[in-house]
């Protein structure tokens, strides 16, 4: 199993640019979510979704979109970069009964 | 879920044990307690998770206070590879809706030689 992967590793965008962020997982886990960490913070729950089809708002929801129209990918969506959102983007996925959650490796996002 | 407090950082000594501590003084009754590290760079990695027993795999220990109030993970022979920043987080094992971790700052742990 390659588990839960990402791209792209880094990304560099201009203020107003839009960009998708890639997620897969080939562990079949029907809970997928999106983090994002700042310098020297936690993390922080974006988006996630607990099935094909179904997608909630997190924590932090505003300027990204989602949609999970198969288990294995969960993109995540920025449809007008702005500095703000300069940060690390981790995905993660684990089973709907499971008690362990399952990274990628992160997106290191710049926005100028 | 309910809060937890941890210190900013700590160092350890190398094949010595690590003794990361968390409070979570409002901890109810159907929260677990989860243990994840984050090593620079890369994403989070589980642990260890417990609800009142003490818990042991072979990666760490777990021990839970009686009243649940605190917990201290113990990593029993730390190497440089243990060094990270390690979150404590408590949530219900529930499968509803947004069952999501919520991280914290954590504690970073330095492994000195």
């Known amino acids: 199993n390659a588990g839960v992967t990402q791209t792209p590793k880094f990304q560099v965008l201009k203020t107003g640019q839009s960009m998708t962020l890639q997620c897969a997982q080939d562990?079949?886990?029907?809970?997928m979510s999106w983090y994002r960490q700042d310098p020297g913070m936690g993390l922080r729950l974006i988006h996630y979704s607990v099935g094909a089809g179904i997608t909630d708002q997190g924590e932090v929801p505003n300027g990204y979109n989602v949609s999970r129209s198969t288990t294995e990918d969960f993109p995540l969506r920025l449809l007008s970069a702005a500095p703000s959102q300069t940060s690390v983007y981790f995905c993660?996925?684990?089973?709907?009964?499971?008690?362990?959650?399952?990274f990628g490796p992160g997106t290191r996002l710049l926005v100028l | 879920d309910a809060k937890t407090t941890q210190p900013p950082s700590m160092d350890c000594a190398e094949g010595r044990a690590a003794n990361l501590p968390c409070n979570h003084s409002t901890i109810s009754g159907n929260e677990y307690v989860y243990w994840y590290r984050q090593i620079h760079s890369q994403g989070p990695q589980y642990i260890i998770h417990?609800?009142?027993n003490n818990e042991t795999n072979e990666m760490a220990s777990l021990i839970i206070t009686e009243d649940r109030k605190s917990s201290t993970l113990i990593l029993p022979h730390a190497t440089l590879r243990d060094t990270a920043v390690y979150y404590c987080?408590?949530?219900?094992?529930?499968?509803?809706?947004?069952?999501?971790?919520?991280f914290g700052g954590g504690t970073r742990l330095m492994v000195k030689p």
């Open positions: 562990m079949n886990h029907e809970y």
């Open positions: 987080i408590v949530r219900t094992l529930n499968n509803n809706a947004g069952n999501m971790l919520t």
């Open positions: 417990g609800l009142k």
């Open positions: 993660a996925s684990r089973e709907r009964f499971g008690e362990t959650q399952y």
